[in-house]
Each structure stands twice: as C-alpha cells, then as structure tokens.
C-alpha cells in the first residue's frame, strides 16, 4: 500500500518562510514526478510545483523566485521552500505522486494535505 505523507504546514506572518516534505513510502514501480499542488478556498486545486526524477523543475508563475523545490530520491521525499509568503499563498498544499505500474499505466497518489496559513 503507498502511503504520501506531507508534514511542514503551519501559520506564519507574511514575508515569513515555510518548508513542506512530502514522503512517499510503499510499493511503486516507477515515480516519474513528485510535485505539490494547492487549493484555497472557494477556488479549484492548482499546481504549485513539480520536480521530474531527473531533477527538472517547474513553478507556477505566482511562486517563481520564492519558492523552491527539490527532491531526496534516495529517501522518495520532495521538499518545498517557501519564502516571502504572501497572504494569497493561503491554502491546503497537497503532495502529488506520477507515477506507472509494471505495465507502464501512469497511477497518481495524493497526500492528505497540510494547511499554511499566511496571516498577521
């Protein structure tokens, strides 16, 4: 069974920094990406941050240069750096697994989701 546990989120003032982990433990047979997404209230889930197995990285355009993430293949754990933390980055981060079986059929796995709360 794979399990995606993430840890890191919290309260924090703005202009403070934040780091969330994400480890993926159990049976996979390929990760080809780890990544994190956010929700906010009342808006849809988007994509934060993703990092492939060979170490590329992509950010979406409303984190780029406060934001950083990056990977422990050995340990199967992806990290995200946050600093500078506006009140807009306000939500539940969600830690996503890319992932295919043995037959090559991508499979995805999600984390439960931790709460960062940028507030004064």
């Known amino acids: 069974q794979v399990q995606v546990v993430e840890t890191g989120g919290g309260l924090v003032q703005p202009g403070g920094s934040l780091r969330l982990s994400c480890t993926v433990s159990?049976?996979?047979?390929?990760?080809?990406?780890m990544g994190w997404y956010r929700q906010a209230p009342g808006k849809q889930r988007e994509l934060v941050a993703i990092i492939t197995g060979g170490g590329n990285a992509n950010y979406a355009d409303a984190v780029k240069g406060r934001f950083t993430i990056s990977g422990d293949h050995a340990k199967n754990t992806v990290y995200l750096q946050m600093n500078s933390l506006k009140t807009e980055d306000t939500a539940v981060y969600y830690c996503?697994?890319?992932?295919?079986?043995?037959?090559?059929?991508?499979?995805?796995?999600w984390g439960q989701g931790t709460q960062v709360t940028v507030s004064s």
């Open positions: 996503n697994v890319g992932s295919r079986d043995s037959d090559w059929v991508p499979i995805d796995y």
């Open positions: 159990g049976s996979i047979f390929s990760i080809n990406a």
